[in-house]
């Protein structure tokens, strides 16, 4: 395992991400208009599954990195924001479409998913001035 700022890449893991999770916020919406998902629930509700999760996974938590210093703060936020998709994600699964996008539209997931975001952004701040050291 590496540490955040040892892997080297993690400003452009970042920026990926946020527009990764983006767009896909997105196609979660076209799933519940259309009353089917691209994966289970299952796997839309694990934070592994997509390659932001997977480098995340691939990381140790080292005190002495500078940028650990949101490390667990967006490790949480990622993991609520998966789980609470697949609470969409089951409600589309079981044909609910509505009870789908009233979640999918609720303040708590509008919430989560601006904070993610805000969070994965000021991180992608973090790591550009640790790299221009």
Request: charged share 30%; glycine share 6%; proline share 2%.
């Amino acid at each position: 395992m590496m540490t955040v700022t040892e892997t080297g890449n993690g400003n452009a893991q970042i920026r990926d991400a946020i527009c990764a999770h983006a767009d896909w916020k997105r196609r979660l919406s076209e799933c519940i208009d259309k009353g089917a998902l691209e994966k289970t629930a299952d796997e839309i509700s694990r934070n592994d599954q997509c390659a932001f999760g997977h480098w995340l996974a691939g990381l140790s938590a080292d005190p002495n990195d500078p940028a650990m210093e949101k490390f667990e703060m967006i490790k949480g936020l990622h993991t609520r924001f998966h789980r609470e998709a697949g609470k969409i994600a089951v409600n589309v699964e079981g044909g609910d479409r509505s009870a789908a996008r009233e979640l999918y539209e609720s303040a708590s997931f509008r919430r989560l998913t601006n904070s993610l975001i805000l969070n994965l952004n000021d991180w992608r701040e973090d790591f550009r001035a640790i790299l221009k050291r």
